[in-house]
């Protein structure tokens, strides 16, 4: 359960970085550009939330 609310609180949390960096990145005019970096963010916040994931365990 508790694993369950970590994941929906990171995933959360992660498409409001993702939306924030999308609406405030400068390039509006570039929607491919805009799409790439939501993209990106969104690998490097899975990426991010695996290893903290890993670092939880070593700790349990």
Do not use: S
Request: glycine letters at 14%; proline letters at 3%; charged letters at 10%.
């Amino acid at each position: 359960m508790e694993r369950a609310l970590l994941y929906f609180g990171v995933g959360a949390l992660e498409v409001i970085v993702v939306g924030l960096l999308v609406r405030f990145w400068p390039g509006q005019e570039d929607p491919q550009g805009n799409a790439t970096m939501a993209i990106v963010a969104c690998g490097l916040g899975y990426t991010l939330c695996l290893v903290l994931l890993n670092l939880l365990k070593g700790y349990h």
